[in-house]
């Protein structure tokens, strides 16, 4: 469930034959002075997304029985239990992102169960000084975690194909790349987000030092059914993986391959100036 931080984005974004958030069920908090770097990114993406009021303490909160009740068809026969479901949250009433400290954090109550709030962590920030980004530790998190989440949310609103299911789509999806995934989950070190200091969000999968550059070049253009062009230069290697729109804006989330603190890494970012940023802000010595 950890991997939650991705259907939040998303929950964010689902428009076109689906509603908007309806007033009630989505409310951000006002940034405080010393907002930290992922904390002002994530108030001022729900604030541009639409959201109105203000929550006492959340950064994100979520009232999704009201949604359910003023849009139904959001839900069923809409995305949005897959969408929650990717994460394990299909049966959440509430759900809010909190930073308490260093641990980013989500509250949630399930709806037909009397059991109280759930409280689990979604990643820790690692403290350093003047290296000029945050980088926000995923635990227990795998690539192939990440890419079968958002492979369901992506089927889920994806309405290209009417002749199968979403369900079914992703299931032929997720079976066809299954070895794959197992092996890239194998040689991954670790999982962060990391966000520059002038607000440019990246999410940064490790490997093994044994791993080749070129091993997860391919792994990438196979988990992307894209067609792959990709862009060299001298310390990395980078491609689109193909356009999205999110509330009216395209996107072209673009994969950076290439080393970080003498690991491979791949940098997924929402653009591939973003991308490029986070890698570069990673590969780069600070400058003090």
Known sequence: MRGVILALMLLLSVRGA???PPAG????????ENASGLERLLVDVAAGLGAEESAEEALIEFDLNTWRSAAPDDFVPGPMNDILGAVGLADA???GVFILGDELR??????????GKQVFVIASRQSAVGIGYEEWILAGVKPGRIVRALARMWFAIDQSDHSVSSWAGFDRYARSRSSLLASVDRACDSVSLVVTGDGVLGLVIEFERGVKL???????DHVVPTEPVWTETAKRNHRVLGAVLIRGTEYEPAA???HVSEKPAVVLGLRAEDAIRVYGSLSEPAVE
Not at 214 to 220: H, I, K, N, Q, T
């Open 18 to 20: 689906h509603a908007d």
């Open 25 to 32: 069920s989505f409310a951000v908090s006002e940034l405080p």
């Open 93 to 95: 009433r509430t759900l």
């Open 106 to 115: 989500i509250l949630w109550d399930r709806r037909m169960r009397a059991e």
């Open 214 to 220: 070129e091993s997860l070049a391919r792994a990438v």
């Open 256 to 258: 950076v391959v290439g």
